[in-house]
Each structure stands twice: as C-alpha cells, then as structure tokens.
C-alpha cells in the first residue's frame, strides 16, 4: 500500500487526503498501520486453521451486511471468496455443513448481548476446536471494531476543527 489513504479504514470512510479530517489521519498513522495488519492477520493469518481466507472474506461481508456496512461489504467483497455463498445472511449455512458456524457467526455479529456459554459448547460439540473458535470471536471482534471505526470516520470526515 502506497498511502495511509488506501488502508481499508481511511478508504472506506472517505476520508481524503488535504483534508481537515485527512490532517487529522496523518497524525494518527501508527492506529491506521496496526488496525490494517491486524486486519490482514484476521483475513489471511499465517495459520488459518479451519477458515481459509476465503471462507474469512464470506464471514466479514456477512458480518458487514448484517451491520449494514455498504463500503466494506464491497470492500471485502473484493476478496477471493468475497463473494460466495456464506456471504449471504439469508443462507443458513446448512448446505455448507456450516450451519452452527453460521448461526454462532451471525449471534455474535448481530445480537453479542445474547452470546452465552451454550453457544460455544454447540461449536465444540459440532467438532469445532477451541482454536478455531477463537478465530472465530477474533474475526467477528475485529470486523465490530472496523464497521465501527469506519462510520466513525465517516461521520467526522468533514467537521473536525
């Protein structure tokens, strides 16, 4: 990446170069640098475990349609994988032999004051290792950051002083 306004965050949000809230951007590069690596670790880490990058990008724009996050449901969209059938929130992810993946994915997106410690012995008991659910609550917490970083920002692009 050849600017700190082609990161997802600053991308995303309009926030533009020559700008009040770009200025602001500039002073802050170190927060844009380390919220893109760690999206980078979140939807292509080194050790994947069960979920390919693919299978990552389908769940980050699920995730971001089901906080209606337009720019990063194309954003990741983008990816390889974007674009499949997991992305969608209308499919269960039965088909997939994902649906309790799914349904623990779309919870904790959607409705994390619901999440309870059942919700975890249903992906154990579904085969699910500890590690792979920890990859799970790490993409979902980051994508809940990012959505809300990036409205944030947009909110502010204009006005700040």
Same mark, same amino acid.
């Given at each position: 990446?050849?600017?700190? =306004?082609?990161?997802?965050?600053?991308?995303?949000?309009?926030?533009?170069?020559?700008?009040?809230?770009?200025?602001?951007?500039?002073?802050?590069?170190? &927060? =844009?640098?380390?919220?893109?690596? *760690?999206?980078?670790?979140?939807?292509?880490?080194? /050790?994947?475990?069960?979920?390919?990058?693919?299978?990552?990008?389908?769940?980050?724009?699920?995730? #971001?349609?089901?906080?209606?996050?337009?720019?990063?449901? *194309?954003?990741?969209?983008?990816?390889?994988?974007?674009?499949?059938?997991?992305?969608?929130?209308?499919?269960?992810?039965? *088909?997939?032999?994902?649906?309790? &993946?799914?349904?623990?994915?779309?919870?904790?997106?959607?409705?994390?004051?619901?999440?309870?410690?059942?919700?975890?012995?249903?992906?154990? #008991?579904?085969?699910?290792? /500890?590690?792979?659910?920890?990859?799970? *609550?790490?993409?979902?917490? =980051?994508?809940?950051?990012?959505?809300?970083?990036?409205?944030?920002?947009?909110?502010?692009?204009?006005?700040?002083?």
């Amino acid at each position: 990446m050849s600017s700190v =306004f082609e990161m997802t965050s600053l991308a995303c949000s309009g926030v533009a170069t020559g700008t009040p809230a770009g200025d602001a951007a500039l002073n802050r590069v170190n &927060v =844009f640098e380390l919220t893109q690596a *760690a999206e980078d670790a979140v939807l292509a880490p080194v /050790d994947a475990g069960a979920w390919p990058a693919e299978t990552r990008a389908a769940f980050a724009v699920r995730i #971001a349609k089901l906080n209606r996050s337009k720019t990063l449901v *194309a954003q990741y969209g983008r990816r390889p994988g974007g674009d499949g059938p997991l992305a969608d929130p209308a499919n269960d992810g039965t *088909a997939q032999n994902m649906g309790v &993946v799914v349904t623990f994915m779309d919870k904790v997106a959607a409705q994390t004051r619901e999440v309870r410690a059942n919700d975890i012995t249903s992906l154990q #008991a579904a085969g699910v290792s /500890d590690a792979d659910i920890v990859r799970l *609550a790490e993409l979902n917490a =980051f994508l809940a950051f990012q959505i809300r970083m990036v409205a944030g920002l947009s909110l502010i692009k204009g006005d700040i002083a």
